[in-house]
């Protein structure tokens, strides 16, 4: 019998009611810190438990037991045969689109099922958008049909690759199922709509021994100074002796850099409120070349802040930046942001953005991203015969299958057949 109580501690109305559904008990409750809603709460359920027992309620009551999700609409059908038929016939299965409602209902998804980055959850920014889209179509929510959402994945195919259109469309069904379980629509369009193919076999831009030396060398010069404080060269080293990926170059921070036993290791890191774990959740420890580790011992006398909890990489601390004649280090005045410090990470795209900028200024850009780092120390490894469990494992891949992807053949002018032993 449903019934109410209050809860000292948390103060706040506790109800809790009793259903018995496909002959199971099933036990539900409620919380308000409003009496008078607790109450209404109470006479609704009442009355939901009755009509449960007797299995006789009208259309309307049946609907809006489901809408205040007293029950589920499955179990509406089991509580009530004919239900679904009913409401059907009488026009009542469709309700207002409601694109609020999907939003927050799309986010707590993504933070029930994604990692938290430093804008949010993984997967608010595809979800906003694919709101948007759907806000945007001539025809009603409840019209949308299967060539709908074939041509919002071609319009994401048209300026992004396979994968990320792959994920939109992962959205899009997502937040129609919700419409669905909302009987904003009837059916989810977006469920027969073919994913893209992704395509495992496309070469990754890996750089040649000139490119390498190039980049090194050109990273380094003074005038790129202004970006990141002087962060590129930093970007490039631990992209290709360590193998990071950019958001790991993001949230390392010095204590994670042992320069004595010349090792990195990237693992969850807490910033105020904001927590950055690794992809697929794993931690590791990489070894670094000794090239790599004196760079970063001579970075970390520089750095504006050299303390353990200091970020490798830093924001510009001035518009035009200067250096202590004496010490080296970055010279910044008390009005410049915490951020500018080295105090926190930097913003996602930062990194790219930055690198971007350096490339242009070099008449270089497009040849390859700071991602590219990654797929050289990766295939180079695999390539100077270091066995594929060890790569991936140093890389951070959850599949080994991932790693595998790696192996890519020589290319005729690299000359391969020079390793022949005779």
């Given at each position: 019998?449903?019934?109410?109580?209050?809860?000292?501690?948390?103060?706040?109305?506790?109800?809790?009611?009793?259903?018995?559904?496909?002959?199971?008990?099933?036990?539900?409750?409620?919380?308000?810190?409003?009496?008078?809603?607790?109450?209404?709460?109470?006479?609704?359920?009442?009355?939901?438990?009755?009509?449960?027992?007797?299995?006789?309620?009208?259309?309307?009551?049946?609907?809006?037991?489901?809408?205040?999700?007293?029950?589920?609409?499955?179990?509406?059908?089991?509580?009530?045969?004919?239900?679904?038929q009913a409401a059907e016939r009488a026009g009542l299965l469709i309700a207002a689109p409601d694109f609020p409602y999907l939003k927050r209902r799309y986010?707590?998804?993504?933070?029930?099922?994604?990692?938290?980055?430093?804008?949010?959850?993984?997967?608010?920014?595809?979800?906003?958008?694919?709101?948007?889209?759907?806000?945007?179509?001539?025809?009603?929510?409840?019209?949308?049909?299967?060539?709908?959402?074939?041509?919002?994945?071609?319009?994401?195919?048209?300026?992004?690759?396979?994968?990320?259109?792959?994920?939109?469309?992962?959205?899009?069904?997502?937040?129609?199922?919700?419409?669905?379980?909302?009987?904003?629509?009837?059916?989810?369009?977006?469920?027969?709509?073919?994913?893209?193919?992704?395509?495992?076999?496309?070469?990754?831009?890996?750089?040649?021994?000139?490119?390498?030396?190039?980049?090194?060398?050109?990273?380094?010069?003074?005038?790129?100074?202004?970006?990141?404080?002087?962060?590129?060269?930093?970007?490039?080293?631990?992209?290709?002796?360590?193998?990071?990926?950019?958001?790991?170059?993001?949230?390392?921070?010095?204590?994670?850099?042992?320069?004595?036993?010349?090792?990195?290791?990237?693992?969850?890191?807490?910033?105020?409120?904001?927590?950055?774990?690794?992809?697929?959740?794993?931690?590791?420890?990489?070894?670094?070349?000794?090239?790599?580790?004196?760079?970063?011992?001579?970075?970390?006398?520089?750095?504006?802040?050299?303390?353990?909890?200091?970020?490798?990489?830093?924001?510009?601390?001035?518009?035009?930046?200067?250096?202590?004649?004496?010490?080296?280090?970055?010279?910044?005045?008390?009005?410049?942001?915490?951020?500018?410090?080295?105090?926190?990470?930097?913003?996602?795209?930062?990194?790219?953005?930055?690198?971007?900028?350096?490339?242009?200024?070099?008449?270089?850009?497009?040849?390859?991203?700071?991602?590219?780092?990654?797929?050289?120390?990766?295939?180079?490894?695999?390539?100077?015969?270091?066995?594929?469990?060890?790569?991936?494992?140093?890389?951070?891949?959850?599949?080994?299958?991932?790693?595998?992807?790696?192996?890519?053949?020589?290319?005729?002018?690299?000359?391969?057949?020079?390793?022949?032993?005779?």
């Amino acid at each position: 019998m449903a019934n109410y109580h209050w809860k000292k501690k948390r103060k706040i109305y506790k109800l809790t009611y009793t259903l018995y559904i496909g002959g199971k008990k099933v036990e539900r409750e409620k919380t308000s810190a409003n009496k008078t809603y607790i109450k209404d709460l109470l006479a609704a359920t009442s009355e939901l438990e009755t009509a449960a027992r007797t299995g006789i309620a009208s259309t309307e009551s049946i609907l809006g037991w489901v809408q205040r999700e007293f029950i589920e609409e499955e179990e509406a059908n089991l509580l009530f045969p004919g239900y679904q038929q009913a409401a059907e016939r009488a026009g009542l299965l469709i309700a207002a689109p409601d694109f609020p409602y999907l939003k927050r209902r799309y986010r707590i998804y993504c933070e029930n099922n994604h990692r938290k980055g430093k804008s949010g959850y993984d997967g608010w920014g595809r979800g906003d958008k694919v709101i948007a889209w759907l806000k945007k179509q001539k025809k009603p929510l409840r019209d949308l049909e299967e060539s709908d959402c074939e041509a919002f994945v071609s319009q994401i195919l048209s300026t992004r690759s396979a994968q990320t259109a792959a994920h939109y469309l992962t959205t899009l069904r997502i937040i129609l199922d919700i419409a669905q379980k909302k009987r904003m629509i009837t059916y989810n369009p977006a469920r027969s709509v073919e994913p893209p193919v992704i395509d495992d076999a496309t070469e990754r831009t890996i750089l040649t021994a000139d490119q390498i030396a190039w980049v090194k060398e050109a990273s380094l010069r003074p005038h790129h100074n202004t970006l990141l404080c002087g962060g590129i060269a930093t970007a490039v080293r631990l992209g290709l002796y360590a193998g990071l990926r950019n958001g790991e170059m993001n949230w390392l921070r010095w204590s994670r850099v042992d320069l004595k036993k010349g090792v990195v290791t990237i693992a969850k890191t807490v910033d105020g409120d904001i927590e950055w774990v690794p992809k697929d959740f794993e931690s590791r420890t990489i070894d670094i070349k000794q090239e790599a580790v004196d760079y970063l011992r001579e970075l970390k006398k520089i750095s504006v802040n050299d303390s353990d909890d200091g970020f490798v990489l830093q924001s510009d601390p001035e518009r035009n930046p200067e250096r202590d004649p004496e010490t080296g280090k970055w010279l910044i005045s008390d009005d410049i942001p915490r951020r500018a410090c080295g105090k926190h990470p930097i913003y996602a795209g930062a990194l790219s953005k930055a690198f971007n900028t350096f490339m242009k200024r070099e008449q270089r850009y497009g040849e390859y991203t700071v991602y590219s780092f990654r797929h050289t120390y990766a295939t180079s490894m695999l390539r100077s015969g270091v066995d594929i469990r060890t790569v991936q494992e140093l890389m951070g891949h959850e599949k080994i299958t991932t790693t595998m992807k790696y192996l890519r053949p020589l290319r005729a002018e690299d000359h391969p057949s020079d390793a022949l032993a005779y």
